[in-house]
């Protein structure tokens, strides 16, 4: 084992937090957060209700 | 609060302002939602519920704009007890968590149909989740992932200076690019396997055969060398086809999903209904109807949407929907169904649903037949293709394998496999179809589905009708002759003529202008003699001399048409109307003549032959007095001499004759009734462009020819690379979905560059 093995660790470091990056994404499609694409983004948009004080 | 109602009329202003008059409608809506109240009724209906919450999910499909997702998803603020409303746009649903304590289902629902978002209730509904299929995603996620963490850790092999890196780590990446690879090629590659063994199954090879050969090559291949020769592995090759390959695919499907959507939502179905807008009539495009207009529909009329019977005696045939042939009578108040076909009187109704125009087009392909033999033809080529592309595969590897190069002999193998893609000829006719079917409905032309279009490219032989096809079915200049009618009479006629759909009878009653009409006790139309109905124990008939009077003497032929009138059994007169020709017509027919033959049928007396022959022609066939038989026959015996028929008519008296024809077309204008023997609808205004969009149709068959040839062409390149083992197996996976893509823009971009001359219609 040289020095430069550590590499395989860290390689092998880094797939696995990708790979948990990878099962959240796939989660997340699987739960349908991606059925919908038009009302998110003109969700944002909408303003809060505005407490008239006018009775 | 004010906000909220600000909102709200900018959304529902149109549905809000139609009917100001609607009291009544309102009263008998308050108590629609009656049944809400009933314990098993919510229970089916909701998702959910427990001693505080309520979970329920309403269709509301029609939510169409921003301000409408607005609207629903403050719902809490319309009205109290709704906690959360949530909406999902691409669904038309939205979920809604109430308070059981503070309101009930049944005001959420009036609440929800007073801003005028009625949802649509079904006691299935509630249970009809059906689980999404994710799977393609999954596997493209995987594939993607796996696919570029190989490559990295396959850099060592590109790049090693001097083999430092590779002696160091080379091994260690190797295996675990292995282990990254085994979801790859167990998972996300599982359906181009089950379609390898399902083709090899039923001996019809086709292009996923190649496929999966291909990545069981590669991987076969890797780990032999892995295992046996510790040399190179080629598992960011594998997962690369793989992926590419599930991309190509979604994007197909993503347009071809497009296309469909297209058809069903923004494609223009040429029927309009005329519609009763305060005390006015307005013809109105059934895919403009909305929720509560008033639509008249008459005799032999399909009801256009969901609808309730509002005024009339309604006799409904479902055989368009069901097959079932025994026409129903419907009480007032009653559901009638889009589908339905009226018999008798005209009715009013008042539209519940918007109208689905993709349901009553799928209703019309299921009348006619289907044409699958272009499809067969395409499995057969698809079949030969990929025996070819293996025979060349194997050809090619012993020759290297012969030559002792082992390497150029693995990619020559893999790389063919991938490269050769008949996607093109499976492609590219669904394609430039889609194409020419929007560019054609865009034009006025709406076709029931994509294999007319080759059938209108082998068309020879058109015949059109006369009356309403060739001649405009307005602005008749209409005269009576006989002894004079008495008001009485004429509202008689009047009330008669009122509940045909003949553009004769429109005329007649157009004419007469009687306010107040009769209401009648029976109504029946005899397509190509007349109509005849009792009023007021009167018996009435109009139509043609022979249906009017039988066996009369031989009348003189006039270059008008002629209704004759017959009340109780004395014919008082006649009403002649002047026929007036489309404008553009003369032109048409002749540039028609120049590319097919051209005959004219129609139901009238033959005086206007000198007309017609001037505008047509020398070597014309024109014939007068047909029967709705006389037409079918002329085109069963022009069809049994061996050429293909066009006919085009106005679907009332010669729906024998369309269905019989190779194309059927029927003309519309305005708001005649739907026929489901045509095989396409052409808006009046589009009639005159008819013989350039059958120019357009056999270009289109060019188009698929020309597509055909470029597939051809870069299958030709890519093999004498790949043959040759020149092709590294990545850059092979890239370039497939590449050329699918470069066909789909080349079909595109040539279908419109045909039809740029299809003039657009106004709508």
Known sequence: ?55 | MYEILNENDLCTYYELNQHPGSQQLQQKRKNKFAYLDKEEVVSQLIAFADDQQVHVTFSVPQMHCSSCLWLLEHLGSLQKGILTARVNFVQKEVFVVYDKNQTTLREVVETMSAIGYEPYLSMSAGKRRKPKNYSRITQISIAGFCFANIMMLSLPEYFSVSNYLQEKTGTAFRYIGLVLALPVFFYCSREFFANAYSSIKTKYLNIDTSIALAILLTFVRSLYNLFVLDGNTYFDSMSGIVFFMLVGRWAQDRTQQSLVFDRDYKSFFPIAVNVKRNESVEAALIGDLKEKDIIEVYDQEIIPADAVLAKGKAVIDYSFVTGESIPRQIEPGSLIYAGGKQLGERIELMVLKKSDQGYLTNLWNKEGRSNTDNRKLLHRISNYFTLIVFALTFASALFWLIKGEYNTMWNALTTTLIVACPCALLLASTFTNGNVMRILSRSGLYLKNADIITNMARIKHIVLDKTGTITLNKNFNVSYKGKPLTDYEKRLVASLSRHSTHPLSKAIYGHLKMKQLVAVDSFSNLPGKGIEGWIDDHHIKTGSREFVQPASANENPSNTSRVFIWIDGIVPGVFELENVYRPGLTTMLQSIRKKFNLSILSGDNNAEYDRLANMTGPGTDIFFNQSPEDKYNYVTQLQTSGTEVLMAGDGLNDAGALRKSDVGIAVMEGNNSFTPASDGIISAAAFTSLDEMLTFSRNAARVITISFVVSVLYNIIGLYFALQGLLAPVIAAILMPASTISIVLITFLMSEWYGRRLKRLKR
Not at chain 1, 16 to 44: C, E, H
């Open chain 1, 1 to 55: 084992m040289t020095f430069m093995s550590i590499i395989i660790i860290t390689a092998i470091a880094s797939l696995l937090i990708a790979g948990v990056f990878l099962a959240a994404l796939i989660w997340s499609i699987r739960d349908g957060q991606y059925d919908d694409d038009f009302a998110p983004p003109n969700r944002i948009l909408f303003d809060d209700p505005k407490k008239t004080n006018n009775k």
